[in-house]
């Protein structure tokens, strides 16, 4: 979907982040403390990032508006394997 | 470049614009959908829509996300037709929507025009050239041959195939300068699209509306990008400074303010690579020259141009491009990306659309730019480079785009050249709420300015010769720097003393970075200037409350609570009785049969159909995530949970499978049942507050109408035309019930809101003091919608929202205009409809029930 290597996926951890120079991926199971604070991060440095999550509207009430996308995991999943 | 481009992430304002296109296109589609035979027609009236937003704010990127977004999600597969204003453009938004939108295929109209095996969200990009206009081009694609449909047969057998067609025309504006008429006809005759995208970043755009003249269409949905949210997204500089130079009268015949100009450029341009330099960013500027064009036996303006930027020092031959096409071509495109080259000299006049994120420094020495120079040429500096983002707004030398001009005639305050300057000037504030503008060069104090709101620099002028050795030594130096003409040797003495002064003051004002001393004042502590900044005082002696309850969501403990998940899931449970529907394997269906023997002779037949498992799970998926605070996957998990609970106490035997499946046909037949459990639930834990104060004052356009009755004074400017008339009926009331009224803006902080069980917010259009009314502060809550002639009014969120009630200020009143004047609405629950309830009368407003 973004055209980067695999990820290993840690499943204990609440989210999972990869990062390079040019996007920052975010996949986040649950919703924590520290995911919120991560994502401020992002928000300050506008970074290039997506943050994929079963519960969007969680991280949207407590970021505000911010210049990154937080998309649903399952619709995202459906759209990419449509047709 | 290296490797594939990552996918750029949305900023808030372009997520905004997707999802507002994306919901008109569905709400036009649903419409389409239930009245087929009135497909033309819904196109042309409700199906056009208009994407305004500045250059630099990813247009393309926007539309392209968009249709993108609408695979798999109309009632119909959509076809769409873009349309770029030249060739140039053509290949950048397919290598953009290549990059950017890998959900789309992209498909080319000259080598398949085939109906056969279209797929959803299928994009041809092309200029209307390359099909409305007559050439050869055009007639190829036009025709039908053995082995290819025309575009005309491939758009009837789509249309008749029951593919929706959409239509996205970019940079609107240029798209319909010369062949409006053409394009038009073609639009209307040939394309008959369901949907239509217009895009521009040029307000009160004249062309556009000519076209929608011309091709009968009404633009009815309009987003509107504000340059400020795109500057603040990091995507738009923040300001920008133009320069010129400007010596003593006289002295545009004795040096070249060209040269003296394009050295200004490079000295701009070498701060600005220093600056990346020292603050490690891997990017490389970019100083734009644009020319003039060749006149006919002329001497070509590239060469001389280049002959003068390679005397510069620190110029070299190789770090020139060339861009000799008078079109911005996919040449203009690579030549901007390409880190060897640190100059780009090019003739085009309109650039509108192509990128070039890593130039800061414009240098114009073309005559007659126009009034688009702005927007068409300049908007190229504007972007902001992806690995610059992170620094936006601070720093100030990064910041800002440079534009350099020169015209000699301005030296001789002609008024054309003056007029030019202006008309530049106006152009630029399309780009720009902060414009700087700099008079430099030595130009004495009494000489007026050419542009009053300019600041001038004055350049130390160095004294004249002492000698005749002093002389010859500076002139040399001066001459082979290009910056006087070798004529002058042959001038007098004083002439040539005069010469060398002159020159050396352009050049040290060239050599001088330009903007080094003016304050420095970008980045965000110097927002964008407010149009709006005339205040209105709250008006305390009406009687409103010091602030407004509002209704808080749940943070994410609260929604990630397994109490919380399992109270929405028994309340569900319980109130669809779903234990008895445990084991339910066959759906009711009936199937109609005609005797093809007998004219006319047609029965019915009942049947049981099996439900298929998997197609129960993959619907189900969705039905679950009807509120995207809580987890589809923890909500199955509890209602399961609740009803293997029921099952067991009720002695029913069942596998775990047909739990799952239970409730996953339970949750497809009646989502509107979990949505109230989910509302129940959320309203019992959700927070209230009336801890942010109504605002003393707000700050609008100047002389607003007073308003008697209005919580500042005025009829605030941010209303539409039913919530003007609505507030005008409101506060002429002569019965006195209506105490005050304010008008609850969307999204500000202080503003009354209700949670809607989805998680989304809802922010009614009025508050009211009521007299008589026995809700707190007296307070009623109004709504007011356009009409329900388009389906907008039944949307499932207005469908949802009109279903709740304000925990203080408790039911909202549903208004719209009709034929009959103002009427209330209500839900009709059994048709699950909002409904004409009766003619809205203020004095009902006191009842705290519809």
Redesign the interface.
Same mark, same amino acid.
């Given at each position: 979907?973004?055209?980067?290597p695999l990820t290993t996926y840690d499943s204990s951890r609440a989210w999972n982040e990869h990062t390079d120079d040019?996007?920052t991926l975010i996949l986040a199971d649950?919703?924590?403390d520290a995911l919120?604070a991560r994502l401020q991060a992002i928000a300050v440095?506008?970074? +290039?990032?997506?943050v994929y999550s079963?519960?969007?509207?969680?991280? @949207?009430?407590?970021l505000g508006?911010? +210049?990154?996308?937080i998309r649903?995991v399952?619709?995202a999943l459906? @759209?990419?394997f449509?047709? | 470049m290296s490797g594939p481009a990552s996918l750029h992430s949305l900023a808030d304002f372009q997520d905004e614009a997707v999802k507002a296109l994306g919901a008109t296109i569905s709400r036009v589609a649903e419409h389409i959908d239930t009245r087929p035979d009135h497909r033309r027609e819904i196109g042309l009236k409700s199906g056009t829509m208009l994407l305004q937003a500045p250059t630099g704010s990813g247009k393309t990127l926007m539309l392209g996300r968009t249709l993108e977004g609408m695979i798999g999600k109309l009632p119909m597969k959509c076809v769409w037709f873009w349309f770029a204003p030249y060739s140039g453009l053509v290949t950048q938004t397919l290598d953009s929507l290549a990059e950017q939108c890998p959900g789309i295929r992209l498909r080319d109209l000259t080598a398949d025009r085939s109906a056969q095996g279209v797929r959803d969200g299928d994009v041809f990009v092309q200029t209307w050239g390359a099909v409305a206009a007559n050439n050869k081009d055009a007639k190829r694609v036009r025709r039908t041959r053995e082995d290819a449909l025309s575009l005309d047969d491939m758009l009837a057998t789509l249309r008749a195939e029951g593919v929706a067609i959409g239509v996205v025309i970019d940079e609107a504006h240029l798209n319909f300068g010369v062949s409006a008429g053409a394009a038009a006809s073609f639009y209307l005759d040939v394309l008959q699209p369901d949907f239509t995208l217009l895009a521009t970043a040029t307000p009160n755009d004249d062309k556009l509306v000519a076209f929608e003249k011309a091709a009968g269409v009404e633009v009815q949905s309009r987003v509107v990008i504000d340059r400020d949210r795109v500057v603040r997204a990091g995507l738009n500089k923040w300001g920008l400074m133009l320069g010129y130079l400007r010596m003593n009268p006289g002295d545009e015949a004795l040096i070249d303010f060209e040269q003296a100009t394009l050295t200004a450029g490079w000295t701009q341009h070498r701060q600005i690579r220093a600056r990346l330099e020292d603050k490690d960013i891997g990017v490389v500027p970019l100083m734009l020259v644009q020319v003039e064009d060749q006149a006919t036996g002329g001497e070509d303006p590239v060469a001389r141009v280049k002959a003068k930027l390679l005397e510069i020092q620190g110029v070299r031959d190789d770090l020139i491009a060339v861009h000799t096409s008078g079109q911005p071509d996919a040449d203009f495109h690579m030549m901007a990306y390409d880190h060897s080259k640190q100059i780009l000299i090019f003739k085009v006049a309109v650039a509108t659309g192509f990128d070039a994120p890593r130039a800061w420094t414009l240098v114009s020495v073309r005559p007659n730019r126009g009034t688009g120079f702005g927007l068409q040429i300049v908007g190229r500096i504007m972007r902001v480079h992806p690995l610059v983002r992170p620094l936006h707004g601070q720093d100030a030398l990064l910041d800002k785009g440079y534009v350099f001009l020169t015209d000699p005639d301005m030296q001789a305050g002609l008024s054309s050249a003056v007029d030019e300057l202006k008309a530049v000037r106006q152009s630029l504030t399309v780009l720009s709420d902060q414009l700087d503008v700099v008079e430099y060069g030595a130009a004495p104090p009494a000489q007026p300015l050419l542009l009053s709101d300019a600041h001038r620099l004055a350049a130390y002028v160095p004294p004249p010769p002492v000698d005749d050795a002093d002389r010859q030594s500076r002139l040399d130096m001066l001459i082979d720097e290009g910056v006087i003409d070798a004529d002058v040797r042959d001038m007098t003495p004083d002439v040539v003393d005069r010469a060398i002064v002159a020159g050396e003051t352009a050049r040290l004002a060239s050599q001088t970075p330009l903007f080094g001393n003016l304050p420095e004042h970008a980045g965000p502590s110097a927002p964008p200037k407010p149009t709006k900044q005339t205040a209105y005082r709250l008006n305390r002696d009406l009687g409103l409350p010091a602030a407004l309850w509002q209704e808080h969501p749940l943070d994410y403990r609260q929604l990630s609570d397994p109490v919380f998940l399992s109270d929405v899931a028994d309340a569900f449970c319980d109130q669809s009785a779903l234990v008895g529907k445990l084991g339910q394997t066959l759906s009711r269906a009936s199937m109609s049969l005609r005797d093809l023997f007998i004219d006319g002779e047609e029965r019915e037949v009942s049947l049981n159909l099996k439900i298929s498992n998997a197609r129960v799970a993959e619907r189900a998926q969705a039905a679950f995530q009807l509120n995207d605070s809580i987890d589809p996957r923890h909500l199955e998990r509890a209602l399961i949970a609740a009803l293997r609970a029921r099952a067991e106490d009720g002695g029913y035997s069942f596998t775990d499978q047909d739990l799952r499946r239970t409730i996953q046909l339970a949750v497809m037949r009646e989502p509107d049942a979990l949505m109230a459990a989910i509302k129940v639930e959320q309203g019992k834990r959700a927070r209230l507050d009336d801890t942010i104060p109504i605002p003393e004052t707000i700050f609008d356009y100047a002389e607003l109408t007073i308003a008697r009755k209005a919580s500042h004074g005025v009829f605030p400017s941010r209303m539409n035309k039913p919530e003007r008339a609505f507030a005008e009926m409101l506060d002429a009331d002569p019965s006195g019930t209506v105490q005050w009224w304010l008008r609850n803006p969307e999204n500000e902080l202080w503003a009354t809101r209700m949670m809607l069980p989805t998680g989304a917010r809802f922010f009614p259009d009025f508050a009211v003091g009521i007299k008589g009314r026995t809700s707190r502060d007296g307070i009623a809550l109004v709504e007011i919608k356009d009409d329900g002639e388009d389906g907008r009014l039944h949307s499932d969120k207005n469908r949802l929202k009109i279903q709740v009630q304000h925990r203080e200020y408790r039911n909202v009143f549903w208004s719209c205009d009709s034929e009959r004047g103002l009427v209330q609405l209500a839900f009709n629950e059994a048709l699950n409809l909002i409904q004409p309830l009766r003619p809205f009368e203020i004095s009902r407003m006191v009842f705290l029930h519809n």
């Amino acid at each position: 979907m973004h055209g980067l290597p695999l990820t290993t996926y840690d499943s204990s951890r609440a989210w999972n982040e990869h990062t390079d120079d040019d996007v920052t991926l975010i996949l986040a199971d649950r919703t924590d403390d520290a995911l919120i604070a991560r994502l401020q991060a992002i928000a300050v440095s506008r970074a +290039n990032a997506f943050v994929y999550s079963w519960t969007p509207g969680q991280l @949207k009430t407590a970021l505000g508006p911010v +210049n990154f996308e937080i998309r649903p995991v399952r619709e995202a999943l459906v @759209k990419r394997f449509q047709q | 470049m290296s490797g594939p481009a990552s996918l750029h992430s949305l900023a808030d304002f372009q997520d905004e614009a997707v999802k507002a296109l994306g919901a008109t296109i569905s709400r036009v589609a649903e419409h389409i959908d239930t009245r087929p035979d009135h497909r033309r027609e819904i196109g042309l009236k409700s199906g056009t829509m208009l994407l305004q937003a500045p250059t630099g704010s990813g247009k393309t990127l926007m539309l392209g996300r968009t249709l993108e977004g609408m695979i798999g999600k109309l009632p119909m597969k959509c076809v769409w037709f873009w349309f770029a204003p030249y060739s140039g453009l053509v290949t950048q938004t397919l290598d953009s929507l290549a990059e950017q939108c890998p959900g789309i295929r992209l498909r080319d109209l000259t080598a398949d025009r085939s109906a056969q095996g279209v797929r959803d969200g299928d994009v041809f990009v092309q200029t209307w050239g390359a099909v409305a206009a007559n050439n050869k081009d055009a007639k190829r694609v036009r025709r039908t041959r053995e082995d290819a449909l025309s575009l005309d047969d491939m758009l009837a057998t789509l249309r008749a195939e029951g593919v929706a067609i959409g239509v996205v025309i970019d940079e609107a504006h240029l798209n319909f300068g010369v062949s409006a008429g053409a394009a038009a006809s073609f639009y209307l005759d040939v394309l008959q699209p369901d949907f239509t995208l217009l895009a521009t970043a040029t307000p009160n755009d004249d062309k556009l509306v000519a076209f929608e003249k011309a091709a009968g269409v009404e633009v009815q949905s309009r987003v509107v990008i504000d340059r400020d949210r795109v500057v603040r997204a990091g995507l738009n500089k923040w300001g920008l400074m133009l320069g010129y130079l400007r010596m003593n009268p006289g002295d545009e015949a004795l040096i070249d303010f060209e040269q003296a100009t394009l050295t200004a450029g490079w000295t701009q341009h070498r701060q600005i690579r220093a600056r990346l330099e020292d603050k490690d960013i891997g990017v490389v500027p970019l100083m734009l020259v644009q020319v003039e064009d060749q006149a006919t036996g002329g001497e070509d303006p590239v060469a001389r141009v280049k002959a003068k930027l390679l005397e510069i020092q620190g110029v070299r031959d190789d770090l020139i491009a060339v861009h000799t096409s008078g079109q911005p071509d996919a040449d203009f495109h690579m030549m901007a990306y390409d880190h060897s080259k640190q100059i780009l000299i090019f003739k085009v006049a309109v650039a509108t659309g192509f990128d070039a994120p890593r130039a800061w420094t414009l240098v114009s020495v073309r005559p007659n730019r126009g009034t688009g120079f702005g927007l068409q040429i300049v908007g190229r500096i504007m972007r902001v480079h992806p690995l610059v983002r992170p620094l936006h707004g601070q720093d100030a030398l990064l910041d800002k785009g440079y534009v350099f001009l020169t015209d000699p005639d301005m030296q001789a305050g002609l008024s054309s050249a003056v007029d030019e300057l202006k008309a530049v000037r106006q152009s630029l504030t399309v780009l720009s709420d902060q414009l700087d503008v700099v008079e430099y060069g030595a130009a004495p104090p009494a000489q007026p300015l050419l542009l009053s709101d300019a600041h001038r620099l004055a350049a130390y002028v160095p004294p004249p010769p002492v000698d005749d050795a002093d002389r010859q030594s500076r002139l040399d130096m001066l001459i082979d720097e290009g910056v006087i003409d070798a004529d002058v040797r042959d001038m007098t003495p004083d002439v040539v003393d005069r010469a060398i002064v002159a020159g050396e003051t352009a050049r040290l004002a060239s050599q001088t970075p330009l903007f080094g001393n003016l304050p420095e004042h970008a980045g965000p502590s110097a927002p964008p200037k407010p149009t709006k900044q005339t205040a209105y005082r709250l008006n305390r002696d009406l009687g409103l409350p010091a602030a407004l309850w509002q209704e808080h969501p749940l943070d994410y403990r609260q929604l990630s609570d397994p109490v919380f998940l399992s109270d929405v899931a028994d309340a569900f449970c319980d109130q669809s009785a779903l234990v008895g529907k445990l084991g339910q394997t066959l759906s009711r269906a009936s199937m109609s049969l005609r005797d093809l023997f007998i004219d006319g002779e047609e029965r019915e037949v009942s049947l049981n159909l099996k439900i298929s498992n998997a197609r129960v799970a993959e619907r189900a998926q969705a039905a679950f995530q009807l509120n995207d605070s809580i987890d589809p996957r923890h909500l199955e998990r509890a209602l399961i949970a609740a009803l293997r609970a029921r099952a067991e106490d009720g002695g029913y035997s069942f596998t775990d499978q047909d739990l799952r499946r239970t409730i996953q046909l339970a949750v497809m037949r009646e989502p509107d049942a979990l949505m109230a459990a989910i509302k129940v639930e959320q309203g019992k834990r959700a927070r209230l507050d009336d801890t942010i104060p109504i605002p003393e004052t707000i700050f609008d356009y100047a002389e607003l109408t007073i308003a008697r009755k209005a919580s500042h004074g005025v009829f605030p400017s941010r209303m539409n035309k039913p919530e003007r008339a609505f507030a005008e009926m409101l506060d002429a009331d002569p019965s006195g019930t209506v105490q005050w009224w304010l008008r609850n803006p969307e999204n500000e902080l202080w503003a009354t809101r209700m949670m809607l069980p989805t998680g989304a917010r809802f922010f009614p259009d009025f508050a009211v003091g009521i007299k008589g009314r026995t809700s707190r502060d007296g307070i009623a809550l109004v709504e007011i919608k356009d009409d329900g002639e388009d389906g907008r009014l039944h949307s499932d969120k207005n469908r949802l929202k009109i279903q709740v009630q304000h925990r203080e200020y408790r039911n909202v009143f549903w208004s719209c205009d009709s034929e009959r004047g103002l009427v209330q609405l209500a839900f009709n629950e059994a048709l699950n409809l909002i409904q004409p309830l009766r003619p809205f009368e203020i004095s009902r407003m006191v009842f705290l029930h519809n």
